[in-house]
């Protein structure tokens, strides 16, 4: 699996990192059951500090996309959803658009209501 961050980027590399396992979950570059790099080759071949890495698998592991087990590293797990992930990212994305816009909760639900009908 091949991994790019920006060190320049106003995303961090953390996020940077979660993000592209992410992405490569959902167009089926990782399968489940497949196992992640460990995060010490991961952050040597990235040139990040390890435990930059190991924030990105934490993430993801909260998420319900990875397991990380002591001494047997980090894996998909076998019933990892994709689809839901990104979904779940985009809601995320409009909740904090709909912020910048000061919409209320009440508000953007009115909106996407709107729009579902």
């Known amino acids: 699996m091949l991994l790019r ?3 320049d980027s106003t995303v961090g590399l953390a996020d940077q990192i979660a993000s592209q396992i992410r ?3 959902a167009e089926g570059r990782l399968a489940p059951g497949e196992k ?3 995060a010490r080759a991961l952050a040597a071949s990235l040139d990040v500090n390890m435990h930059t890495v190991l924030r990105a698998y934490s993430t993801l592991r909260d998420e319900g996309l990875i397991e990380l087990r002591r001494g047997r590293g980090a894996q998909v797990r076998a019933d990892a959803d994709a689809g839901l992930t990104a979904l779940r990212r985009q809601i995320r994305g409009l909740v904090e658009a709909a912020g910048r816009l000061g919409m ?3 508000e953007l639900i009115s909106e996407i209501q709107r729009v579902k009908t």
Do not use: N
């Open 23 to 25: 992405g490569a979950l």
């Open 104 to 106: 209320s909760q009440a």
């Open 36 to 38: 992640l790099p460990p």
């Open 5 to 7: 961050v920006d060190p």
